[in-house]
């Protein structure tokens, strides 16, 4: 059973920096793409980043380019998402989500229960 | 980059009723090779993650319940509830899986008339 836990979530300064982990189990880590998407109660749900099977390859809503940093661990089936220079538009739920057949153009079958990033001073 | 529209906001919808949800992509979705549209539609409700119900358009995710259907080709999408149950008031969200970013729609609230 594909599982997914995300932890690191909480309150920071506008400016400072965050880094979340989403735990991983129950399918081949290494090689599937996981993304992350962010629901904000006035914007909806956002498709924030991606990192693309065991090559790596990383992609970024405009929004956060330049600021976040998706990134795996794959001896500890974990994923991450550095996140610098947070603003207060960063505010959100953030998940974790694995496309089905962990490829990277599917849609996502999988979602983790989401950690709540708040930015404020 | 791709922008995904959809239309209504909201709405109101009797009990057994039939509720209709549109998704416009600013481009085709519709990969030539393959003949697939790389669009999805997602449920979610509160404190809970968004749900995958129907994905390449109009593929209902295993357990979704058939009153859920999704159609349309390149750029116009719809998803149809077919008999409105109270367990389906939800805001629904479509999104392209085309090329990154992967943008959603701005999400359509489904209540109850």
């Known amino acids: 059973e594909v599982q997914l836990l995300e932890s690191g979530g909480g309150l920071v300064q506008p400016g400072g920096s965050l880094r979340l982990s989403c735990a991983a189990s129950g399918f081949a880590f290494s090689y599937s793409a996981m993304n992350w998407v962010r629901q904000t109660p006035g914007k909806g749900l956002e498709w924030v980043s991606m990192i693309c099977d065991s090559r790596g390859d990383t992609y970024y809503a405009d929004s956060v380019k330049g600021r976040f940093t998706v990134s795996r661990d794959s001896s500890k089936n974990t994923l991450y998402l550095q996140m610098n220079s947070l603003r207060g538009e960063d505010t959100a739920i953030y998940y974790c989500?694995?496309?089905?057949?962990?490829?990277?153009?599917?849609?996502?079958?999988?979602w983790g229960q989401g950690a709540l990033v708040t930015v404020s001073s | 980059d791709i922008v995904m529209t959809q239309s209504p906001d909201s709405l109101a919808v009797s009990l057994g009723e039939r509720a209709t949800i549109n998704c416009k992509s600013s481009q085709s979705v519709l990969y030539s090779s393959n003949n697939r549209n790389y669009l999805a539609w997602y449920q979610e409700k509160p404190g809970q993650p968004p749900k995958l119900l129907i994905h390449?358009?109009?593929t209902r995710e295993s357990g979704v319940p058939d009153r859920f259907s999704g159609s349309g080709s390149g750029t116009d999408f719809t998803l149809t509830i077919s008999s409105l149950q109270a367990e389906d008031v939800a805001v629904y969200y479509c999104?392209?899986?085309?090329?990154?970013?992967?943008?959603f729609g701005q999400g359509t609230k489904v209540e109850i008339k």
């Open positions: 390449w358009a109009s």
């Open positions: 989500a694995r496309p089905n057949g962990g490829n990277c153009n599917s849609a996502y079958s999988h």
């Open positions: 999104q392209h899986y085309y090329s990154a970013p992967f943008t």
